[in-house]
């Protein structure tokens, strides 16, 4: 009766600190029902440690009635032991959450603010609110900001660059502001300031410059612009997301595309020659390429040439799609002068080892794409084609210059010459690139430090003036020339970059904002990115502190560190917990001692998904403590070749599954371990599995139990345990080999899924 009573005062202390419990009531009550959160913690901590106290004495005398009297417990009891293990969870999960928000100042949570927010409205009795630069609809009752009324008085105005955020906040009238041309914004800049302020020819030069800001800014909104269709094509399922060399990108549905191209094949508007992928190794016939073509895709074929006569005039082609053809023969010299109206052009993954000479005669070129060419050497003059607005060079590993006339392309907004033979950059190529967005250079590009003064390559000061950049990869070659610009301050502006710090190719990186040091001396005032979402550590032996280098780098998703011999500790106490950490990857760490080292915060690693750890010789278990109660996200582990490992996961009560508390993974779906002979345990209490699929085990043959209740073997639909179809794989030695806590045994049928056997220590080969 007073466990009973005990879990009647949990249930009441946990509604006072959830608040779901009173939505239903108005935004003025809800206040009040989450005040004084520190002592409805403190009371449920008490709690709860009584009701395990109790567990524990209801355990060991259990324990004691088996082995006296061979009783085994009633099924109530059992029921009473699992709802205990249950609320203790949910317990610990509440006061991880409660601490957590509480730590901040003022402890606010959505609701709370809300809640005050609203009753300082209703004691003005009329407003007007300006909402600036919004992005999304939302709910103003949520915010807890008064729906205006011509009751009320109130006015509320939205600026915004989407339509559909007005149409989603429900406006009762849309305004279009136009943005400002550049002599617009110089005008009006001009008008502000007055004419006796710009008399200095200095100050007028730099006023320019703040005025063009204005052009700057524009671009970057056609650019979100750019990137809000995209995702309105994706959420209408006309495009859908891709992955093409880790980079992110979107594709067209077969069935969408075939519809497309029907439809420009019935409109008498659009004659276009499509004949991507169909095994061409001739070129279509003459008779195919009327006047008024307007797009020609021949891409994903094996042509050998593209005209073997001269080529038909086609004035009206806007686009040309050859890339993936092995193109042995070059293009014939006079190719082009049939295409004045060309504005893309693709010859990627193509074997032409030159562009004939009528190509620098495209004075409507917008996009050229020559990536991946493997003979090509070099490119004609692009000194005409001023429009060009992409240059892509990446992989053409013979290109050892840009090509003559770069430097007057004034509209190029994308220059990609990664993994050429091009090493530098003619001096004032990006002061006359005013438009340029991405410079994507790396392993290409070496910056020399110092340069001497009557230097014509590009420095490392010129990128940091280049106010236009959103996108940036280069290679920082000396570690004095990634620390002067890191602490420039230029890359607040960039929406993505990729900086590798030290001799040796990038590596593969899937994240937008990434930073790799590669074999260098780590300073102690070493500075990243606070922006940074991936980062590598490879061959820096004196890495001794990491968290001391990622104390500001709160965004961080993915992390790798390879071959740093110094490293202890991953995360440690009054530094980085990194909280958003998705992805971490461990290799050949001979010091590493515990993942987390001493008191862990409530938030340490509670965004972890996935964790690799691999030749870690002096590491004994992966997670401890309270640190396994806040793994909820963790979806695959994989631990290999970490010979003092000897068990995955550690309960800091001791090694007793008695006092080890149970604990959830809920989104776990792969665990493999490898060659770790000491492995006895994955841990000695149990786990409940929501989603798990494969459990692989490979010479791990010490390791004799599994943490699975007996519900969880089944694989209960009511409760969601363990998801159907749980696969473990692992040598009949080894299976036959494992010991069981419950009387009945595991066993796998042939289609995978798991079943009991009634006999005790019954055992079943797979």
Same mark, same amino acid.
């Given at each position: 009766?007073?466990?009973?009573?005990?879990?009647?005062?949990?249930?009441?202390?946990?509604?006072?600190?959830?608040?779901?419990?009173?939505?239903?009531?108005?935004?003025?009550?809800?206040?009040?029902?989450?005040?004084?959160?520190?002592?409805?913690?403190?009371?449920?901590?008490?709690?709860?440690?009584?009701?395990?106290?109790?567990?524990?004495?209801?355990?060991?005398?259990?324990?004691?009635?088996?082995?006296?009297?061979?009783?085994?417990?009633?099924?109530?009891?059992?029921?009473?032991?699992?709802?205990?293990?249950?609320?203790?969870?949910?317990?610990?999960?509440?006061?991880?959450?409660?601490?957590?928000?509480?730590?901040?100042?003022?402890?606010?949570?959505?609701?709370?603010?809300?809640?005050?927010?609203?009753?300082?409205?209703?004691?003005?009795?009329?407003?007007?609110?300006?909402?600036?630069?919004?992005?999304?609809?939302?709910?103003?009752?949520?915010?807890?900001?008064?729906?205006?009324?011509?009751?009320?008085?109130?006015?509320?105005?939205?600026?915004?660059?989407?339509?559909?955020?007005?149409?989603?906040?429900?406006?009762?009238?849309?305004?279009?502001?136009?943005?400002?041309?550049?002599?617009?914004?110089?005008?009006?800049?001009?008008?502000?300031?007055?004419?006796?302020?710009?008399?200095?020819?200095?100050?007028?030069?730099?006023?320019?410059?703040?005025?063009?800001?204005?052009?700057?800014?524009?671009?970057?909104?056609?650019?979100?612009?750019?990137?809000?269709?995209?995702?309105?094509?994706?959420?209408?399922?006309?495009?859908?997301?891709?992955?093409?060399?880790?980079?992110?990108?979107?594709?067209?549905?077969?069935?969408?595309?075939?519809?497309?191209?029907?439809?420009?094949?019935?409109?008498?508007?659009?004659?276009?020659?499509?004949?991507?992928?169909?095994?061409?190794?001739?070129?279509?016939?003459?008779?195919?390429?009327?006047?008024?073509?307007?797009?020609?895709?021949?891409?994903?074929?094996?042509?050998?040439?593209?005209?073997?006569?001269?080529?038909?005039?086609?004035?009206?082609?806007?686009?040309?799609?050859?890339?993936?053809?092995?193109?042995?023969?070059?293009?014939?010299?006079?190719?082009?002068?049939?295409?004045?109206?060309?504005?893309?052009?693709?010859?990627?993954?193509?074997?032409?080892?030159?562009?004939?000479?009528?190509?620098?005669?495209?004075?409507?070129?917008?996009?050229?794409?020559?990536?991946?060419?493997?003979?090509?050497?070099?490119?004609?003059?692009?000194?005409?084609?001023?429009?060009?607005?992409?240059?892509?060079?990446?992989?053409?590993?013979?290109?050892?210059?840009?090509?003559?006339?770069?430097?007057?392309?004034?509209?190029?907004?994308?220059?990609?010459?990664?993994?050429?033979?091009?090493?530098?950059?003619?001096?004032?190529?990006? %002061?006359?690139?005013?438009?340029? @967005?991405? *410079?994507?250079? !790396?392993? &290409?590009?070496?910056?020399? /430090? =110092?340069?001497?003064? $009557?230097?014509?390559?590009?420095?490392?000061?010129?990128?940091?003036?280049?106010?236009?950049?959103?996108?940036?990869?280069?290679?920082?070659?000396?570690?004095?020339?990634?620390?002067?610009?890191?602490?420039?301050?230029?890359?607040?502006?960039?929406?993505?970059?990729?900086?590798?710090?030290?001799?040796?190719?990038?590596?593969?990186? %899937?994240?937008?904002?990434?930073? @790799?040091? *590669?074999?260098? !001396?780590? &300073?102690?005032?070493?500075? /990243? =990115?606070?922006?940074? $979402?991936?980062?590598?550590?490879?061959?820096?032996?004196?890495?001794?502190?990491?968290?001391?280098?990622?104390?500001?780098?709160?965004?961080?998703?993915?992390?790798?560190?390879?071959?740093?011999?110094?490293?202890?500790?991953?995360?440690?106490?009054?530094?980085?917990?990194?909280?958003?950490?998705?992805?971490?990857?461990?290799?050949?760490?001979?010091?590493?001692?515990?993942?987390?080292?001493?008191?862990?915060?409530?938030?340490?690693?509670?965004?972890?998904?996935?964790?690799?750890?691999?030749?870690?010789?002096?590491?004994?278990?992966?997670?401890?403590?309270?640190?396994?109660?806040?793994?909820?996200?963790?979806?695959?582990?994989?631990?290999?070749?970490?010979?003092?490992?000897?068990?995955?996961?550690?309960?800091?009560?001791?090694?007793?599954?008695?006092?080890?508390?149970?604990?959830?993974?809920?989104?776990?779906?792969?665990?493999?371990?490898?060659?770790?002979?000491?492995?006895?345990?994955?841990?000695?209490?149990?786990?409940?599995?929501?989603?798990?699929?494969?459990?692989?085990?490979?010479?791990?043959?010490?390791?004799?139990?599994?943490?699975?209740?007996?519900?969880?073997?089944?694989?209960?639909?009511?409760?969601?345990?363990?998801?159907?179809?749980?696969?473990?794989?692992?040598?009949?030695?080894?299976?036959?080999?494992?010991?069981?806590?419950?009387?009945?045994?595991?066993?796998?049928?042939?289609?995978?899924?798991?079943?009991?056997?009634?006999?005790?220590?019954?055992?079943?080969?797979?």
């Amino acid at each position: 009766m007073a466990a009973i009573n005990i879990v009647g005062a949990i249930t009441s202390v946990m509604s006072c600190l959830c608040a779901q419990n009173c939505l239903h009531e108005s935004l003025g009550h809800q206040i009040r029902h989450l005040r004084r959160p520190k002592r409805n913690s403190d009371k449920l901590k008490s709690l709860k440690e009584e009701l395990e106290a109790r567990k524990v004495d209801v355990s060991t005398k259990l324990n004691q009635m088996w082995l006296q009297k061979g009783m085994n417990p009633k099924r109530t009891v059992e029921l009473w032991l699992k709802n205990v293990d249950k609320i203790a969870s949910e317990v610990n999960t509440l006061i991880m959450n409660t601490e957590q928000e509480s730590g901040s100042p003022g402890f606010q949570d959505e609701t709370t603010r809300a809640a005050a927010l609203f009753e300082a409205f209703k004691r003005r009795s009329r407003f007007a609110l300006i909402l600036d630069d919004l992005w999304e609809p939302f709910s103003l009752e949520r915010v807890g900001i008064p729906i205006p009324t011509i009751e009320n008085g109130c006015k509320l105005l939205i600026t915004t660059r989407r339509l559909s955020v007005c149409r989603g906040m429900e406006t009762d009238q849309d305004v279009k502001v136009k943005v400002l041309t550049e002599n617009e914004a110089w005008n009006l800049f001009r008008d502000k300031v007055g004419e006796a302020a710009l008399a200095s020819p200095d100050i007028q030069q730099i006023a320019k410059l703040v005025a063009k800001e204005c052009t700057v800014d524009r671009i970057s909104a056609s650019r979100q612009k750019g990137n809000f269709i995209l995702n309105e094509l994706k959420y209408a399922c006309l495009l859908e997301s891709a992955a093409e060399n880790v980079k992110e990108c979107v594709k067209m549905h077969d069935l969408i595309r075939d519809m497309a191209i029907t439809i420009m094949r019935t409109d008498p508007n659009w004659h276009c020659i499509v004949k991507a992928g169909s095994g061409l190794t001739k070129p279509p016939h003459i008779d195919e390429w009327v006047e008024d073509v307007q797009r020609v895709s021949l891409m994903k074929n094996d042509l050998k040439n593209i005209f073997l006569g001269n080529p038909p005039p086609c004035p009206g082609v806007t686009s040309l799609l050859l890339q993936y053809n092995s193109f042995p023969q070059n293009l014939p010299y006079d190719f082009f002068d049939s295409m004045p109206s060309l504005k893309v052009l693709d010859v990627s993954y193509t074997g032409i080892d030159s562009l004939p000479g009528s190509f620098s005669n495209l004075v409507n070129l917008c996009a050229l794409l020559v990536s991946n060419c493997w003979n090509l050497r070099a490119i004609p003059s692009l000194a005409k084609l001023i429009k060009l607005m992409a240059l892509d060079l990446p992989c053409s590993r013979n290109i050892k210059e840009l090509p003559q006339g770069t430097e007057q392309l004034g509209n190029l907004r994308r220059l990609n010459i990664s993994n050429t033979m091009i090493k530098t950059l003619p001096s004032g190529l990006l %002061s006359a690139l005013t438009l340029l @967005e991405e *410079l994507l250079a !790396s392993n &290409a590009l070496v910056f020399q /430090i =110092p340069l001497p003064p $009557t230097s014509c390559e590009i420095s490392i000061d010129e990128i940091i003036s280049s106010s236009s950049l959103s996108s940036l990869e280069v290679d920082f070659w000396y570690f004095d020339l990634y620390d002067l610009y890191t602490r420039s301050g230029h890359w607040v502006q960039l929406d993505k970059f990729k900086f590798n710090v030290g001799p040796g190719e990038l590596q593969q990186v %899937s994240e937008k904002r990434s930073v @790799e040091f *590669l074999g260098i !001396s780590i &300073a102690k005032g070493l500075l /990243i =990115p606070t922006n940074t $979402t991936e980062l590598k550590f490879i061959d820096c032996h004196d890495v001794t502190e990491l968290t001391t280098c990622l104390m500001h780098v709160e965004k961080l998703k993915k992390c790798t560190i390879v071959c740093c011999y110094s490293v202890e500790y991953i995360v440690e106490p009054g530094r980085n917990d990194l909280s958003m950490l998705e992805t971490l990857v461990l290799r050949f760490l001979i010091n590493l001692q515990m993942i987390c080292r001493e008191v862990v915060t409530p938030s340490t690693l509670m965004s972890l998904k996935i964790i690799n750890v691999e030749f870690c010789p002096n590491l004994k278990n992966l997670f401890s403590g309270n640190l396994l109660l806040q793994l909820l996200d963790l979806e695959e582990i994989r631990v290999s070749h970490c010979n003092s490992m000897e068990d995955l996961m550690r309960w800091e009560g001791g090694s007793n599954n008695i006092y080890a508390a149970k604990i959830l993974l809920p989104k776990l779906q792969k665990l493999r371990l490898e060659s770790m002979p000491k492995l006895k345990e994955i841990y000695s209490g149990f786990i409940s599995f929501g989603s798990l699929c494969s459990v692989h085990v490979i010479s791990c043959d010490a390791l004799k139990r599994l943490p699975f209740e007996l519900d969880d073997a089944v694989g209960l639909q009511q409760q969601q345990l363990v998801a159907p179809g749980l696969e473990i794989r692992g040598t009949k030695y080894w299976w036959e080999s494992l010991e069981w806590d419950e009387p009945a045994g595991c066993c796998q049928t042939n289609d995978g899924s798991l079943f009991l056997r009634a006999a005790n220590g019954v055992r079943s080969s797979w």
